[in-house]
Each structure stands twice: as C-alpha cells, then as structure tokens.
Nanobody, 119 residues
Framework: QVQLMESGGGLVQAGGSLRLSCVAS????????MGWYRQAPGKKRELVAR???????NYADSVRGRFNISRDNGLNTVDLQMNFLKPEDTAVYYC?????????????WGQGTQVTVSS
C-alpha cells in the first residue's frame, strides 16, 4: 500500500517562507498527479497546487505568484515552496497523489502537516 510522508510544516511570521516536502513510499511506478491541498479550521479542504508528470501545473488564485510546486517524477516526490506567507495561509497542508491502474483510480493523502503564520 502506497503511503505519502510529509515534512516541513511549522510556525513562521507573516512575510516569511516555508518549504513542504512529500515522498511516496514506493517509486517503482508513475504517479500522474501530485500536489498539495489545505484545510483551515471550519473550512473545506481546498487545492493549493498540483502538478502532473507532463508538467501541467495548477495553483489556487490565492497563492499564485507566492508559492511554487516542484516534483521529481522518478522519485515520486513533490515539494511546495511557500514565500510571502500570510496569516490566511494558516492551515493543515495535505499531500495528495493520484494515478490510475487498468481498473482503479487511486487517490491517496498524507497525514497532514500544520502551517501556522503569525501576524
């Protein structure tokens, strides 16, 4: 069973930077889409950024220009560089991976890592 392991959350002041990293437990297959979502207290989980093996990238409007997603397709890792952080970026950030096999669509999540931005 493939698992996602996240690291890099923490507490930072507004205007600061953090880098989140995620690695899949298995590397012998291709994960089509890897990305990051976040969930703030009382809110729904939302997309932050995602990237396909072909390089197609999507960002939430609220983070475009401040966050950058990168991935290593061969190692099944995905990173999120977060710059110019704002208090409203405070949330639990979840790594996500999606891929298909002939009869199944796989959609798995990491355990989440807390990001707190103080004003």
């Amino acid at each position: 069973q493939v698992q996602l392991m996240e690291s890099g959350g923490g507490l930072v002041q507004a205007g600061g930077s953090l880098r989140l990293s995620c690695v899949a437990s298995e590397k012998a297959f291709s994960i089509h889409t890897m990305g990051w979502y976040r969930q703030a207290p009382g809110k729904k989980r939302e997309l932050v950024a995602r990237k396909t093996t072909g390089g197609v990238t999507n960002y939430a409007d609220s983070v475009r220009g401040r966050f950058n997603i990168s991935r290593d397709n061969g190692l099944n890792t995905v990173d999120l560089q977060m710059n110019f952080l704002k208090p409203e970026d405070t949330a639990v950030y979840y790594c996500n991976a999606q891929w298909t096999t002939p009869s199944y669509w796989h959609n798995i999540w990491g355990q989440g890592t807390q990001v707190t931005v103080s004003s």
